[in-house]
T-cell receptor, first 113, second 113 residues
Framework: EAQVTQNPRYLITVTGKKLTVTCSQNMNHEYMSWYRQDPGLGLRQIYY???????DKGDVPEGYKVSRKEKRNFPLILESPSPNQTSLYFC????????????FGPGTRLTVL | AQKVTQAQTEISVVEKEDVTLDCVYE???????LFWYKQPPSGELVFLIRRNSFDEQNEISGRYSWNFQKSTSSFNFTITASQVVDSAVYFC??????????FGTGTSLTVIP
């Protein structure tokens, strides 16, 4: 089954404790992206990647890191999480840049205390 | 700057009524793509439609229809004879040659039985 998977689905952590949210897709997509969804703000793009070893900042990259060492994986790293990073996070992938629709993962609900 | 505006935050309709969700976008690019996504209460994001900037034909898919007007920079979504299963948050999104995606803040639609 074609899908985007994210782990964990739910995470409660404390300020400053490094964490990684994994994202994997099995569709051989080139483009992958991370978003955060907050009430009243919609989805905002954090980082995106056009291919292996190619990543770029979205609208809200501060406090986040990403890497794209393999085509299928695009982990999101919070080196020192803060309460303002409490949010619902979505990973997405698409066949190519811009033109194709994105397939979204199920979301990761992160709470930073 | 790229921007998507969904001015309607929440809409409630009675079942079988028609409803139109508004989307206004801003971009200086001549090539761009517009999307609609649905987020039901279960939380996943579901792709509904893509339209490119060179195709102003309206689209109809069952009870759903989309009206794209470049003259007013709008890409509105109409649900005919709404049903309870249409209750969801609907997002309009824009992508351009800059490889980023821009989402609106979403419209929460409630269909009352």
């Amino acid at each position: 089954e074609a899908q985007v998977t994210q782990n964990p689905r739910y995470l409660i952590t404390v300020t400053g404790k490094k964490l990684t949210v994994t994202c994997s897709q099995n569709m051989n997509h080139e483009y992958m992206s991370w978003y955060r969804q907050d009430p009243g703000l919609g989805l905002r793009q954090i980082y995106y990647s056009m291919n292996v070893e190619v990543t770029d900042k979205g609208d809200v990259p501060e406090g986040y890191k990403v890497s794209r060492k393999e085509k299928r994986n695009f982990p999101l790293i919070l080196e020192s999480p803060s309460p303002n990073q409490t949010s619902l996070y979505f990973c997405a992938s698409s066949l190519s840049i811009s033109y194709n629709e994105q397939f979204f993962g199920p979301g990761t609900r992160l709470t930073v205390l | 700057a790229q921007k998507v505006t969904q001015a309607q935050t929440e809409i409630s309709v009675v079942e079988k009524e028609d409803v139109t969700l508004d989307c206004v976008y801003e971009t200086r690019d001549t090539t761009y793509y517009l999307f609609w996504y649905k987020q039901p209460p279960s939380g996943e994001l579901v792709f509904l439609i893509r339209r490119n900037s060179f195709d102003e034909q309206n689209e109809i898919s069952g009870r759903y229809s989309w009206n794209f007007q470049k003259s007013t920079s709008s890409f509105n979504f109409t649900i005919t004879a709404s049903q309870v299963v249409d209750s969801a948050v609907y997002f309009c999104a824009l992508s351009t040659t800059g490889n980023q995606f821009y989402f609106g803040t979403g419209t929460s639609l409630t269909v009352i039985p």
